[in-house]
């Protein structure tokens, strides 16, 4: 499997992770060492299990949420380590409303080759625009 594919396979089981609330998944994406930075969506920044915190206890009163990954870029690569933007499109459903609601921006991956692949030892999500927001709504 090629570099390009293990990554776009990263990026994937980060999206499934989220999506299906599974932190251990979520975790397994991550180096244990990562830092992980949401601030633009009004959201935690910290550590890998900082932010798993965070989610479990934010993320859990979504209804539902599907974050899509499109347009991966590596920007960056040497042999074990890779700088990667990847596009997000993310319709969710914030707890209380029935409409949907949806962001979309950039993921900034540094990226590690770890002897278990590929693993993001730095995330920051850029945030580009936000629909029906409700104040304090996770992302």
């Known amino acids: 499997m090629s570099d390009e594919s293990q990554i776009a396979a990263l990026l994937n089981r980060y999206a ?4 299906t609330k ?30 798993v915190e965070w989610f479990a206890a934010n ?23 890779a700088m990667v933007r990847a596009m997000f499109y993310n319709p969710m459903q914030l ?9 979309g921006g950039y993921y900034h991956h540094e990226l ?8 993001s030892r730095a995330l920051r999500e850029e945030n580009v625009w936000f629909t029906n927001r409700t104040t304090g709504s996770p992302n």
């Open 16 to 19: 499934r992770a989220v999506d």
């Open 22 to 51: 599974d932190w251990q998944l979520y975790r397994s994406v991550f180096t244990e060492d990562a830092y992980i930075d949401y601030s633009s969506a009004g959201a935690a920044i910290g550590s890998r299990d900082e932010i």
């Open 59 to 81: 993320f859990a009163l979504l209804p539902w949420s599907m974050h899509y990954i499109t347009n991966i870029e590596i920007l960056d690569s040497g042999r074990d380590t």
């Open 95 to 103: 707890p209380g409303s029935a409409e949907v609601s949806a962001c």
């Open 112 to 119: 590690v080759r770890t002897p278990d692949g590929w693993r």
